[in-house]
C-alpha cells in the first residue's frame, strides 16, 4: 500500500503494488481462519513477494516512522507498520485521493475511497489481532521528539505523497499513540 502511494512514475511496480493488496484482502482473512490453508499462504507469499518487488517505487511514511520507533525501542517492524497505517492513510489523503478511489474500485471495496481503503485496513488488522496504538507496542509521548526528527531523515520519507516535516513526524506519532484518526 505504501509503494502504490508513492508519487513516484513505475508503473510496473504500481502494478504490482496493486495485485498484491487484492491477494491480501482475499487470503488474509482466509488465513486467519485457517493456519493450515496451504493455498492461502503460498498466495501471501506471492503478496510478500509482489510487496518487496513495488519497493522499487518507494516507500514513505509508515516505514520511516517505523524504522525510527524499532531503532530507538526495538518494536516489531511489521506489526509497527500495521500499527501507523491509517494514521499515515488519512495524513497522506490530500495527494492519495484520486489513486486511492482507483484502488477502492479495484478491491471491490463499498466505499471506493481513501476512507472505505482505511477502514478496510481496519478491519483487516482487527482481524490480525493488530494493536490500534503505538502506545499498545511501547511508544510513548516522551519518545516523539526523539523519533520524529529520525523519521524525517529516514530515507524512506523522500517518496512520502506529502512532506514528512519534524511537525508533520510529530502529528503521526501523537495521532498513532492517542488513537486519533
Given amino acids: ?47 510478500s513477494t509482489l510487496g518487496a518487488t513495488a519497493f522499487q517505487k518507494g516507500l514513505g511514511a509508515m516505514h520511516s516512522l517505523t524504522h525510527a520507533a524499532g531503532g530507538l525501542l526495538n518494536t516489531q517492524h511489521g506489526q509497527t507498520i500495521s500499527v501507523v497505517m491509517p494514521y499515515v492513510l488519512q495524513h497522506n489523503r490530500p495527494a492519495i485521493a484520486d489513486s486511492f478511489e482507483a484502488l477502492g474500485r479495484y478491491l471491490d471495496l463499498e466505499d471506493a475511497s ?9 478491519e483487516l488488522r482487527e482481524t490480525c489481532g493488530i494493536p490500534n496504538t ?3 507496542i511501547g511508544v510513548d509521548e516522551a519518545h516523539v521528539a526523539t523519533l520524529a ?21 510529530t502529528d503521526l506519532y501523537l495521532s498513532a499513540i492517542r488513537g486519533k484518526l
Fill in 134 to 136: 503505538l502506545a499498545e
Fill in 149 to 169: 526528527p529520525m523519521a524525517v531523515e529516514d530515507p524512506s520519507s523522500g517518496s512520502n505523497p506529502t512532506p514528512v516535516t519534524e511537525q508533520a513526524a
Fill in 114 to 122: 481513501v476512507t472505505g481503503v482505511t477502514d478496510w485496513v481496519l
Fill in 1 to 47: 500500500m505504501e509503494a502504490f502511494s508513492s508519487p513516484f512514475y513505475h508503473p510496473m511496480a504500481h502494478g504490482m503494488a496493486l495485485e498484491g493488496m487484492r491477494i491480501v484482502k482475499d487470503y488474509l482473512p482466509r488465513l486467519m481462519e485457517d493456519g493450515s490453508d496451504l493455498e492461502a499462504r503460498s498466495q501471501l507469499m506471492v503478496a
